[in-house]
């Protein structure tokens, strides 16, 4: 069995990533994107389903591990009863090679180590013709070729590759597998050492850029590691996480593929990646978003493949028993076909922060955004699939108008901020006339509480962000119901479910984790309330649920005080960054978004462009 989800960490390159488990195993990997086939698959199946195991060869007492600071390099030390050694594991962040570097150091006294490698190409289902070629060993089938060099005698057993070896004190022995596409030469050899040294002097003067100063600087700073290793390189596009069909619930159905890139996320990234100075990486995740979403504003897709893949097909791998048996395993990802409203919200509220930040494109952005607001202005009635892609009917779901509201007062904005050409009125009235309808059909009257759909009586936590996009200030009496209401009956011990499953319509079983992005919204919404010291207790709370290398996933399950979900969630730790800086002093995301500040956004100015540049 898998370990805890807790228990991984994570290495990568800028265009994919492993997890690698307090054990010494590697679980998880996928060749060689993202989003690609898993060679190692373990972490959905059993150990034959792929992995890569390295570690002493007798009992452990103890295991102590932390990335180099500043870094995505990650330390294990073992201690046993021989002494203690210590595996160092990172990912070269190199253009045109994707390596895993393992270095064996023995810190004291002698220690007898085994290694056990089982390579699965397809999620499992290939064994690869494995080879000898000069120093290597070489393993291929179809696309893909793997290659392990080491100085420690290898051995094949029953489609295994093992080795049985001793380091003494001070003996440093590497591993360096190294993936190339079957059809081409394989590259040449790498020092592990020098690879070892360069991607720490990569991920040292990246971390050198980060302008966050503030009371969370080592979790900001961890957190913003974390979303740079989960962004794809070549195309500025973000995974929401590294894994798929980790489960929400334990033995549950809810297992999905998050190895792709969602343009609800977009406005929160942004925030993120500007608050900490990475202007760059914003503009380059804004580009994404500007190609991706491309087209007539009727096919826009909620999420995205992490070069603008349209088509995600969802599949089941009936082989893989999932996550302790959390079936079905899932790749591809069916919400892409969904219609959800709320997605022209988050579109234009993240083009209206670039602009904000100068992040100016050229004026065919803003044709595309005109021909985007005006669908959205001709459309918003229509019932969807809400911002949790509910799988059952369609539903007329208050988060989504009021994020339809976001994208007809992100546009009058553009017009009346930066002179920006558009019909003005036209657009005033549809943004008046949802507001209108939202605070009439999207409120339990008798509670004076907004509720998830019309309708209905129950509560979302989506509506969390009323008062954040600046739908209604945080002081009117409808917010205080609402945030009072989800105190009440959506919250346990501070951490938030994102609704009731017992009482959905989203046509899945009930059951799940409670989903610690809205944990993080409800701090945000404490602090713009005033309730500062209540913000920071529920900060430092969702603070201790990081593993012991900071990592979160989406979902916590308090029964066994587990994680839960696909890990690490990026919108969880975006998530904890803006935080960090709504409850700094000066303001943050949720200030700037709201309108509560008119101040520049958090991070500063990128260089300026014409102000009727877009």
């Given at each position: 069995?898998?370990?805890?989800?807790?228990?991984?960490?994570?290495?990568?390159?800028?265009?994919?990533?492993?997890?690698?488990?307090?054990?010494?195993?590697?679980?998880?990997?996928?060749?060689?994107?993202?989003?690609?086939?898993?060679?190692?698959?373990?972490?959905l199946g059993k150990q034959e389903h792929g992995h890569w195991q390295l570690g002493p060869a007798r009992g452990v007492a103890a295991v102590r591990r932390?990335?180099?600071?500043?870094?995505?390099?990650?330390?294990?030390?073992?201690?046993?009863?021989?002494?203690?050694?210590?595996?160092?594991?990172?990912?070269?962040?190199?253009?045109?090679?994707?390596?895993?570097?393992?270095?064996?150091?023995c810190v004291r006294g002698s220690m007898p180590m085994r290694m056990e490698l089982i390579m699965r190409f397809c999620y499992g289902t290939v064994t690869p013709w494995v080879r000898r070629v000069d120093d290597a060993l070489l393993a291929?089938?179809?696309?893909?070729?793997?290659?392990?060099?080491?100085?420690?005698?290898?051995?094949?057993?029953?489609?295994?590759?093992?080795?049985?070896?001793?380091?003494?004190?001070?003996?440093?022995?590497?591993?360096?597998?190294?993936?190339?596409?079957?059809?081409?030469?394989?590259?040449?050899?790498?020092?592990?050492?020098?690879?070892?040294?360069?991607?720490?002097?990569?991920?040292?003067?990246?971390?050198?850029?980060?302008?966050?100063?503030?009371?969370?600087?080592?979790?900001?700073?961890?957190?913003?590691?974390?979303?740079?290793?989960?962004?794809?390189?070549?195309?500025?596009?973000?995974?929401?996480?590294?894994?798929?069909?980790?489960?929400?619930?334990?033995?549950?159905?809810?297992?999905?593929?998050?190895?792709?890139?969602?343009?609800?996320?977009?406005?929160?990234?942004?925030?993120?990646?500007?608050?900490?100075?990475?202007?760059?990486?914003?503009?380059?995740?804004?580009?994404?978003?500007?190609?991706?979403?491309?087209?007539?504003?009727?096919?826009?897709?909620?999420?995205y493949g992490i070069a603008g893949e349209r088509q995600l097909t969802e599949l089941t791998l009936p082989w893989l028993p999932g996550y302790e048996n959390?079936?079905?395993?899932?790749?591809?990802?069916?919400?892409?076909?969904?219609?959800?409203?709320?997605?022209?919200?988050?579109?234009?509220?993240?083009?209206?922060?670039?602009?904000?930040?100068?992040?100016?494109?050229?004026?065919?952005?803003?044709?595309?955004?005109?021909?985007?607001?005006?669908?959205?202005?001709?459309?918003?009635?229509?019932?969807?699939?809400?911002?949790?892609?509910?799988?059952?009917?369609?539903?007329?779901?208050?988060?989504?108008k009021v994020m339809a509201w976001v994208a007809m007062d992100r546009a009058v904005k553009a017009i009346e901020n930066y002179g920006l050409e558009g019909p003005l009125d036209k657009w005033r009235e549809v943004r008046a006339a949802i507001h209108d309808e939202v605070c009439e059909k999207g409120i339990d009257k008798a509670r004076g509480v907004f509720v998830q759909r019309y309708g209905s009586t129950e509560l979302d936590?989506?509506?969390?962000?009323?008062?954040?996009?600046?739908?209604?200030?945080?002081?009117?009496?409808?917010?205080?119901?609402?945030?009072?209401?989800?105190?009440?009956?959506?919250?346990?011990?501070?951490?938030?479910?994102?609704?009731r499953t017992s009482h959905s319509t989203d046509g899945l079983p009930p059951g799940e984790g409670f989903f610690l992005p809205c944990s993080f919204w409800l701090a945000d919404n404490l602090a713009l309330c005033g309730r500062n010291a209540e913000a920071d207790a529920l900060f430092e709370r969702l603070l201790a649920l990081r593993n012991d290398v900071g990592m979160l996933s989406e979902e916590y399950g308090l029964r066994d005080h587990r994680a839960l979900g696909n890990t690490p969630q990026a919108l969880t730790h975006v998530a904890l960054i803006n935080t960090a800086r709504n409850l700094s002093k000066g303001g943050g995301p949720s200030e700037h978004r709201s309108g509560a500040t008119t101040e520049e956004p958090p991070g500063g100015q990128a260089p300026v462009a014409s102000p009727k540049s877009e």
């Open positions: 069995m898998p370990l805890r989800i807790e228990d991984y960490a994570l290495i990568g390159n800028t265009r994919t990533a492993a997890l690698v488990g307090k054990d010494g195993s590697i679980d998880w990997m996928c060749v060689p994107r993202f989003d690609s086939n898993a060679c190692f698959a373990a972490l932390a990335y180099r600071p500043d870094t995505l390099i990650l330390e294990t030390e073992f201690e046993t009863e021989e002494g203690a050694v210590r595996i160092i594991d990172c990912m070269p962040v190199w253009e045109e090679r994707t390596e895993i570097v393992r270095i064996v150091e291929t089938a179809g696309p893909d070729s793997l290659e392990l060099r080491t100085p420690v005698e290898l051995v094949g057993r029953d489609f295994t590759t093992v080795a049985e070896f001793t380091v003494s004190q001070g003996q440093r022995v590497p591993f360096v597998m190294t993936w190339f596409p079957s059809h081409e030469t394989h590259p040449l050899p790498i020092d592990a050492e020098a690879a070892l040294a360069a991607t720490e002097r990569y991920w040292r003067a990246w971390c050198g850029h980060s302008t966050y100063e503030g009371r969370w600087n080592d979790a900001v700073r961890s957190s913003l590691v974390i979303l740079k290793a989960l962004t794809f390189a070549p195309t500025g596009g973000m995974v929401a996480a590294a894994t798929t069909s980790l489960p929400e619930q334990i033995g549950g159905v809810r297992n999905w593929d998050y190895r792709y890139c969602w343009v609800r996320d977009a406005t929160f990234t942004l925030y993120a990646l500007l608050l900490a100075g990475y202007h760059d990486e914003a503009r380059a995740w804004r580009g994404w978003l500007l190609r991706a979403a491309a087209g007539h504003p009727a096919e826009l897709q909620i999420l959390s079936a079905p395993v899932r790749v591809g990802n069916a919400a892409a076909v969904q219609s959800q409203l709320d997605i022209y919200g988050e579109l234009m509220d993240s083009l209206h922060l670039a602009r904000d930040a100068g992040l100016a494109t050229d004026a065919d952005a803003w044709n595309f955004q005109r021909t985007l607001v005006n669908f959205c202005a001709s459309n918003w009635q229509h019932p969807d699939s809400g911002i949790w892609e509910m799988r059952g009917e369609p539903q007329q779901f208050t988060h989504s936590a989506s509506l969390l962000l009323i008062p954040l996009v600046g739908f209604l200030p945080p002081d009117d009496p409808r917010v205080q119901a609402t945030i009072a209401a989800i105190e009440h009956e959506l919250v346990v011990d501070g951490l938030v479910l994102r609704y």
